[in-house]
């Protein structure tokens, strides 16, 4: 088993630590190894001598920001001494354990200086993006020798409170409680410590659809002008929708939030024809980021309601995409979920039934809706092609190829995004455990103890950086070897809508 060390400048702080881990069955060594920079990196040649398995530092530390609150918890993204830095990429999977359990934590930069701050040095620390600071870390940093390390502090004084105030006293206690209370997830973190193996499944990420989608937004922007309104999320996930709203994008359920003459956005997943006549009614500046290939299902459905089909819609109730499809022609459609749905379906000519899918599903599931339609009503057709698209096809392809081989999957993309959570159902039905995360924050550290090749994919909605957080924070962990597993390439891409298509020449 490896051994963790966790460094801790004073007595207090050791002591805070050392009764958080008593009951860990982690291999545990508290140092307390001094205040301030000198004797931080004497210990820290003592420490690299004896060649740690991995390294913790705890302790408590100033806030220069005024939302940091004391007995908060700062887990250092990097740290930094001057002009050299050290980065500490498995920062996000720690912090995301503590706030799992209960505690205020969050990851940014923390400052190293050799002096207790003056006035108005706080302000100087903070304008450089530190969020705290303190007098050990990155002398004791070097003791790690390059080997997996973490650094953890409490706020023990803030610029509102600050260390000379007769509250340090109470600050300093909040602190070490909250030292001791996080000390317990240090062990979690210790466990998951390991090299590994990682398969990046390919095709992952943005396909055309969501790209098309979200240069639409920013060309809106771009020519309109802030604010340009978006009806639904433009995309299920949820960084592209934060990217956005920062961009000056507001997202609204319905077009009653968008005020009288204002633009908006159709998301990609489509709208019903009621809403396209409301826009048009309002005199909205409406543009149309639907995806083609939701387009295609949309004039298949009246293709087919126009000649007398009851048509089913095999997809999942409440998705925008389904309820867009649904609204093409409501009277000749029926939602079909599963092969109960099936036997529910009472057409007016048996010989009359039609079906379509919802682009983003499992091709073996849907499958098996559409043996139940064939099986009831032999006459039934489908679309001309495929109705799931090549992304989810592709991305499912990926993901099974990856699920085959590892211990675990992780599959980045938000809750409410269907393909990505397809992907999930795809790499449990291959038989490996599967989690969909929206960043490395999500990663359970107990997910990772004893996973050695661990899977990586990455929905249709899913900004491909995510997955290179994902990579970079489980090499915070050891080394990392990745490996593109790729079943497909993709080169499909969108036209863009006519109105910023004109604009966009007449701005060339
Ligand atoms: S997943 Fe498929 S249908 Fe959805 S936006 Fe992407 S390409 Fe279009």
């Known amino acids: 088993m490896s051994r963790l060390t966790v460094c801790a400048p004073l007595g207090v702080e050791a002591r805070a630590l ?6 860990s069955r982690e291999e545990v060594d508290v140092i307390r190894t001094g205040y301030g920079r000198v004797r931080a990196a004497a210990a820290a040649a003592r420490i690299a001598a004896s060649a740690p398995d991995m390294l913790a530092i705890g302790g408590v530390a100033g806030g ?48 190293t200086v050799d002096h ?31 080997r997996p390390a973490v650094v953890l502090r409490a706020i023990s004084d803030t610029p509102d409170h600050p260390l000379a105030s007769p509250r340090i006293v109470t600050g300093g206690l909040a602190a070490l409680r909250s ?26 990420s943005f396909c055309a659809g969501v790209e098309r989608a979200i240069e639409i937004v920013e060309l809106a922007l771009e020519q309109h002008g802030a604010p340009v309104y978006v009806r639904k999320q433009i995309v299920h ?32 997943h489509g709208v019903s024809p009621e809403v396209r006549q409301e826009a ?10 639907t995806c083609p290939l939701v387009a295609k299902v949309h004039a298949e459905a009246r293709r087919f309601a126009a000649d007398g089909y009851l048509v089913a819609l095999i997809g999942h109730a409440g998705h925008e995409e389904v309820d867009g499809t649904l609204g093409e022609a409501p ?39 559409v043996d139940a339609i064939t099986d009831r009503f032999p006459a039934a057709t489908g679309p001309g092609s495929d109705d799931i698209c090549y992304a989810t096809t592709n991305r499912q392809r990926a993901v099974r190829a990856i699920a085959a081989r590892s211990d675990l999957v992780l599959v980045a993309g938000s809750a409410n995004s269907s393909n990505s959570q397809r992907l999930v159902e795809t790499a449990e039905r291959a038989g490996t455990t599967a989690y969909l995360v929206d960043g490395p924050q999500d990663i359970q550290l107990g997910w990772l103890a004893g996973a050695s090749t661990v899977g990586v994919a990455a929905g249709a909605s899913a900004p491909p950086a995510i997955v290179g957080e994902i990579v970079a924070a489980l090499g915070g962990l050891g080394e990392v070897h990745t490996e593109d597993v790729v079943v497909a390439t993709e080169s499909i891409q969108f036209g863009l809508p006519k109105e910023l298509r004109k604009q966009t020449a007449d701005l060339g």
């Open 18 to 23: 050392r009764r958080g881990l008593a009951a």
């Open 64 to 111: 220069l920001t005024t939302d940091e609150r004391v007995g908060d918890l700062v887990v250092a993204s990097e740290v930094r001494d001057g002009s050299k830095t050290v980065r500490c990429p498995s920062a996000p999977l720690l912090a995301g354990e503590l706030r799992r359990a209960g505690l205020a934590a969050r990851t940014g930069p923390i400052a």
């Open 116 to 146: 207790l701050l003056r006035d108005g040095e706080h302000a100087q620390l903070a304008a450089t993006g530190a969020i705290a600071v303190d007098m050990e870390s990155a002398p004791l940093l070097a003791g790690a020798q390059g």
């Open 179 to 204: 030292l001791r209370a996080a000390a317990p997830v240090l062990a979690q973190w210790a466990a998951a410590v390991g090299q590994r193996h990682v398969l990046l499944a390919s095709p992952r």
């Open 237 to 268: 996930n949820a960084t592209v929708v934060a990217d956005l709203e920062r961009a000056g994008a507001i997202f609204v359920d319905e077009l009653s939030e968008v005020p009288d003459g204002a633009m908006v956005v159709f998301s990609a």
């Open 280 to 289: 048009a009614q309002r005199g909205l500046d409406a543009v149309d980021a």
């Open 331 to 369: 009277g000749a459609m029926a939602l079909v979920e599963t092969t109960a749905d099936v036997a529910r379906l009472r057409p007016a000519d048996p010989g009359k039934v039609a079906y379509l899918m919802q682009t983003t599903l499992a091709a073996d599931e849907a499958s098996g809706i």
